[in-house]
């Protein structure tokens, strides 16, 4: 980790990535970059096992009892030695099971949250339809009241991680706005249809929902309160930043042990200043994106809040377009070897352009800045 983010760890915070690191590089990289687009759920229970799924979620509920930030600090120790391993450690702590911890009913959070926090199972989250993507507005499934709940009906795509979870964060119409709700996946009427695999080689899945009864206390928000899970999403922005962030900081390390190993015309390639730059350049933009997503993190705890819509959208913004040129180089480094198909450099080139896409596109990040602009959310803006 960059020495100025470690001097600002508190002891307990230090630990705790040095022993995720040390569980991840003993026992978790030498199957690293051989998962095929599985999920490393072996992994995942090591970790569990060793209390470090849910972190930040609230011991009641088998959780760690920290912040959103030790949860970003465990993302990305995890991702510098195995990216799928924290990927998936991302989703179980900043984007679905976070909704359901921050906004559920108690008898939901003791329902699902312990099967989350053993390592068991993981929810997801259900957003994009084929019609609606960033314009989630536009969404057409809709929650219609009946008895003491809710019928859903409509479809759903792109959903991560199918296979391993238990129910997912569905966002729907309501009759009084926006709103989410935590739908079981053995509940009468849902279906799921076709499997696509994506360039990671991660399996996405379309949901159906045809009729589908959802008791009243599954419902996380809806109207005038969706703003709170719209403020959570920042922390699945942050989220993504971390990941981006640590698949960088692995890309690199690969390439500046290779510019050490590799020689030509009887030296290091890492002493030519053509590679030399490369490197330089590369870390400072891992730098930059790293800054921005501990300060988004850090300020957003310090103050008991979720991060800025601003400072999320920033680190995410910064973060997508760093690892994508990142690894690029970093494969560039590594010359015909990193592009043959099963180079690492090649598998993290392919996971890397995911992140300019998930959590919110780069082209929403940007309209988002803009309109927190014309806010006068940044003190550059007020007159």
């Not at 084929?130 to 008895?147: H, K, L």
Request: charge should be negative.
């Amino acid at each position: 980790m960059n020495q100025s983010i470690e001097n600002r760890l508190t002891d307990e915070q230090q630990l705790l990535v040095s022993s995720v690191e040390q569980i991840a590089e003993q026992e978790f990289t030498d199957q690293a970059f051989t998962w095929q687009g599985e999920h490393p759920w072996e992994n995942i229970e090591t970790l569990a096992e060793h209390g470090f799924i849910g972190v930040n979620f609230d011991e009641k509920y088998g959780g760690g009892g920290m912040t959103e930030y030790e949860a970003v600090l465990l993302i990305e120790a995890l991702s510098q030695y195995c990216p799928d391993t924290a990927d998936v450690v991302y989703s179980l702590h900043l984007v679905g099971p976070l909704s359901v911890h921050e906004l559920g009913s108690e008898s939901v959070k003791e329902e699902y949250l312990p099967r989350v926090t053993s390592g068991d199972t993981r929810i997801g989250i259900a957003i994009s339809e084929p019609e609606a993507g960033s314009d989630a507005q536009s969404m057409t499934t809709a929650a219609e009241p009946e008895g003491d709940g809710y019928v859903l009906s409509g479809e759903k795509t792109w959903l991560s991680g199918m296979s391993d979870s238990s129910a997912v964060v569905l966002w729907a119409q309501f009759p009084d706005g926006m709103g989410s709700l935590l739908l079981d996946l053995e509940a009468d009427g849902v279906r799921c249809g076709e499997d696509f695999t994506n360039m990671a080689g991660h399996t996405q899945t379309q949901l159906f929902l045809d009729d589908v009864y959802v008791p009243d206390e599954h419902v996380l928000v809806h109207g005038s309160q969706f703003k709170e899970q719209l403020r959570a999403l920042n922390w699945e922005r942050v989220g993504s930043s971390t990941l981006a962030t640590g698949i960088a900081t692995c890309a690199f390390s690969k390439a500046y042990e290779y510019s050490r190993d590799r020689t030509q015309f009887d030296q290091p390639i890492g002493d030519f200043q053509g590679i030399g730059w490369k490197l330089a350049d590369m870390l400072k933009r891992i730098e930059a994106s790293r800054a921005l997503t501990h300060s988004a993190a850090r300020d957003a705890v310090r103050e008991g809040r979720a991060p800025t819509r601003l400072s999320a959208s920033i680190a995410k913004l910064h973060s997508s377009e760093m690892v994508e040129a990142v690894v690029s180089e970093a494969l560039q480094i590594h010359g015909a070897n990193g592009y043959m198909k099963g180079h690492e450099l090649e598998y993290l080139y392919r996971l890397a352009r995911g992140r300019r896409i998930a959590a919110g596109t780069d082209e929403i990040q940007k309209e988002g800045i803009v309109a927190e602009l014309e806010r006068g959310s940044h003190p550059a803006t007020r007159s």
